[in-house]
């Protein structure tokens, strides 16, 4: 270690800015008050018409090969994390790829739900370590607008739409991945699923009817695994690059609820004035989450060279992980 690093990152949302006070005019009985103070969000961003999954990675990507000075013909692979793919068949990663005319790469969606662009990056780097493998897109990006029921408070005041591209490239000795870890455990996948409308229970109008085909969660089970998970995560990926939390410049976890990123910041030691949040602004990206925020600090220039960032995930299935990587 370290064999890749992630060279550049940009990020791209819809138009359209959904705040809280928005679901009033949908019929939601909620308000601003109770959103914010359980979960730090404020506004989110929803595709509308003429944006996808599609358009918002490809945006995202050519905006991240700009900035790394890399083409599409330069492109070994594209790796997408998303769990509300435009089709579930082909991948999205197949369609951004011809969109950007990579025609050398390999291209393919992980489903890890808001751990996708933290697996992508360590599928990424196996890659590279292997020698055959030198520039890898990946990608973060959900529409989950489009997979939420906009008639459950208990989810849709949640999620937000986005993308979130990054170039990984081979490390230097100086810079790159320090440390990388990924768990799962399948038996907990009930707590946050779509229920219905794939191979299992393929579409009726009556699955239709009861909405078992959008996300349903048990928030307070998947609130009290989520803090669990990464608290586990940040102790391996401290273990794992031989540091400790002073050694940490930025902690960017992924932005589901303000609580869950204060606990994992108390668990690691780290203090809140070294976390990036942005959650108020975007809700819960799921896999965009983290490549949005990372784009944002960059762009801040909270994460620039020689900055040592810890990134944290945790999501549907369950998954979790993290990263430590020096810029
Ligand atoms: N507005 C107003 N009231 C609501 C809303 C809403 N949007 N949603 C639920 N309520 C009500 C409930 O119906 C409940 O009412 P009741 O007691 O009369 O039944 C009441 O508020 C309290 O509900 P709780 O579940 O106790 O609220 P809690 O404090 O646990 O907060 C929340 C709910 C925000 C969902 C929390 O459990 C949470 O954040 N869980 C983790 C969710 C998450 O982050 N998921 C994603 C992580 S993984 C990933 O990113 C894929």
Known sequence: RPFAMLTATAHAVPKRV?????????????????IRERTGIGQRYIAGEGENLTSLCTQAARDAMAAAGVTAAELDAIILGTASPDRLLPSTAVEVQAALGATRAVAFD???????????????????????????????????????NWKDRNTCV???????????????????????????????????????????????????????????????????????????????ALDGAKLSAADIDVLIPHQ??????????????????????????YGNTSAASIPIALSEAQKAGIVKEGTTVMFVAFGAGFTWGSMVVRF
């Open 110 to 148: 992980i489903d890890a739900a808001c751990s996708g662009w933290l697996y992508g990056s360590q599928i990424a780097e196996g890659l590279i370590a292997t020698g055959s493998y030198e520039t890898i897109l990946v990608i973060g990006g959900e529409v989950l607008s489009r997979i939420v």
């Open 18 to 34: 959904f705040t809280n006070h928005d679901f009033a005019s949908i019929g939601i009985d909620t308000s601003d008050e109770w």
């Open 158 to 236: 949640l999620f937000g739409d986005g993308a979130g591209a990054t170039v990984v490239k081979k490390a230097t000795k100086q810079r790159g991945i320090l440390s990388a870890y990924m768990r799962s455990d399948g038996t907990l996948a009930d707590l946050l699923h779509r229920p219905k409308g794939a191979g299992n229970a393929p579409v009726t109008p009556e699955i239709i009817l009861e909405g078992s085909h959008y996300i349903q969660m048990a928030g307070r089970e998947v609130f009290k695994n989520a803090v669990r998970s990464m608290a586990d995560a940040a102790d391996r």
């Open 256 to 281: 589901a609820n303000i609580r869950i990123i204060e606990a994992t910041a108390k668990h690691a030691g780290i203090p809140m004035e070294k976390v990036f949040v942005n959650v108020e602004k």
